[in-house]
């Protein structure tokens, strides 16, 4: 319960920021704050009264007759609305799958309220749930938002492609179904598969030892007293996979690995090749329970070590 308050109390402020001064300056015609989502006073429970404002974050913005141009969207400035995207994205990761996919419908809804607008709010939630450098992306809330804009007349038809192949890529191994079984051999030579390791939980991480993010990540979880806890345990194993290839690099570097967790390459170059996986930027970090079902797919690491760190 303190977590979900904590949370509410963040999005408040920050939902509020844009009203402040709103006396002592002088707003243009046409031109507004974004519209503040509250939740009704009925609602006692922080996590329903999060569910709420995720399930209702866009609709005061998006009804009215507003202008769009280079730099307002639908009379909101457009740093202002990116800014409240950035909000919404965070909120979700606090709410069960299906209220996010939910309020991901209602984002859509919200874009496809006014023509001009579409196209910049579409570029906006790629951005921030799909492009590999967002620290709150997520492809699984992503998957609803691109399959409607793959069969949406108001996408331009040159883009409908693109945006059914994200489609795709974002259907693959998506929360709550069991991760791709695949080979590789492990640094002592052994052929191994996914399947085969048994753990309560499993980190798997597709990295490289040259990769600075990855050697950060091996920093970041080795100064974790909640994450050591889990591996000492053995609740959590830490299945590290490199799928490029250049492998005799890979083996001379390989031992900079922490030795408890599981090293190995992909021999045959499947996961790349054959897209068993979609990795688009290293580290790309899943977390996986016991029957192998898929908890987090590419998850940013500052959000896996919170998972994490909770476990």
């Not at 990855?214 to 920093?219: K, S």
Request: aromatic content about 10%; some cysteine; charged content about 25%.
């Amino acid at each position: 319960m303190k977590k979900y308050a904590a949370i509410l109390a963040m999005v408040l402020v920050t939902l509020s920021c844009g009203t402040r001064g709103r006396q002592q300056k002088t707003v243009a015609p046409a031109t507004r704050d974004f519209p503040r989502v509250e939740a009704p006073a009925m609602i006692q429970d922080d996590a329903e009264r999060l569910e709420y404002i995720v399930l209702h974050f866009w609709d005061a913005f998006s009804k009215g007759d507003y202008p769009t141009d280079s730099l307002i969207v639908k009379g909101v400035k457009k740093a202002d609305v990116e800014s409240q995207m950035g909000v919404f994205a965070t909120l979700l990761r606090y709410v069960p799958q299906p209220v996010g996919e939910k309020a991901m419908e209602g984002l859509f809804d919200c874009a496809a309220s006014s023509p001009e607008a579409f196209e910049p709010m579409a570029k906006m939630t790629e951005f921030y749930f799909f492009d590999p450098n967002s620290p709150v992306r997520s492809e699984a809330f992503y998957l609803p938002f691109v399959q409607r804009l793959a069969t949406s007349p108001l996408t331009k038809p040159e883009m409908r492609g693109a945006y059914e192949w994200d489609a795709r890529m974002c259907a693959l191994n998506r929360p709550g179904t069991v991760a791709t079984d695949f080979r590789f051999i492990d640094t002592a030579g052994r052929s191994r598969n996914l399947h085969g390791i048994k753990s309560e939980f499993i980190l798997l991480v597709f990295g490289n030892p040259d990769c600075n993010a990855c050697r950060d990540l091996v920093a970041n979880m080795s100064a974790s007293p909640e994450i050591s806890a889990l591996e000492r345990s053995g609740r959590l194993k830490v299945v590290d996979i490199y799928i490029d290839h250049e492998i005799d690099a890979w083996k001379e570097k390989a031992a900079s690995y922490p030795k408890h967790w599981i090293n190995g390459y992909d021999p045959t170059f499947t996961i790349r090749q054959d897209l068993i996986y979609n990795v688009r930027a290293i580290p790309s970090i899943y977390l996986l329970d016991s029957q192998k079902r898929v908890i987090l797919k590419d998850a940013p690491e500052e959000f896996a070590l919170e998972v994490l760190s909770g476990l």
